[in-house]
């Protein structure tokens, strides 16, 4: 916690969260002590103070998302060939890959093992990296709807 707390220190004194050498430093090391995530803190004891830092925190890991999706999705599209070959420049696919397997292992079990003709994806973002690889992996057959309120996504 304590460390979490001093990167949180550090990044919400950056003059701006898009991508950039110190943005890069501090979100990965944010991510790599996060990760794996440790089931023994529970967030309900903990202070008001460490409450509303986790608050802040992550309205900050979600802008700077939103920085770094909008990024890459750029240097996405700016391949001549098809810009899915290259999905692994952006730095966390491997976690979107994980998460997309989980969210599909989830999905399957609720639908009792069948799966949805039609997705929608609300808050998708400018790079949806999760419909992505859900329809590239898990759900082939299925058509995606994204849908963001950043006209750019």
């Known amino acids: 916690v304590n460390k979490i707390c001093d990167l949180y220190e550090k990044i919400s004194k950056l003059e701006t969260l898009k991508p950039c050498e110190d943005v890069d430093t501090l979100f990965k090391q944010l991510v790599s002590t996060c990760i794996p ?15 509303e830092m986790r608050s802040n925190l992550i309205k900050i890991c979600g802008e700077a998302e939103g920085y770094l999706e909008h990024h890459f999705s750029s240097i996405l599209t700016s391949f001549e060939d098809n810009p899915l ?4 420049l952006f730095p966390y696919y491997n976690n979107y890959l994980k998460l997309s397997k989980l969210e599909f292992d989830i999905l399957e079990q609720n639908l009792n093992g069948s799966v949805p003709k039609t997705v929608a994806f609300i808050g998708s973002g400018p ?8 329809a590239s992996s898990h759900l082939k057959d299925s058509i995606f709807h994204n849908f963001d309120i950043d006209p750019s996504a």
């Not at 995530?37 to 409450?51: A, F, G, L, R, W």
């Not at 790079?127 to 859900?134: A, Y």
Request: glycine fraction near 0%.
């Open 37 to 51: 995530p440790n089931p023994n803190i529970d967030v309900t004891k903990m202070s008001e103070n460490i409450k």
């Open 85 to 88: 070959h290259h999905l692994n």
């Open 127 to 134: 790079l949806p990296l999760t419909s992505v690889v859900l």
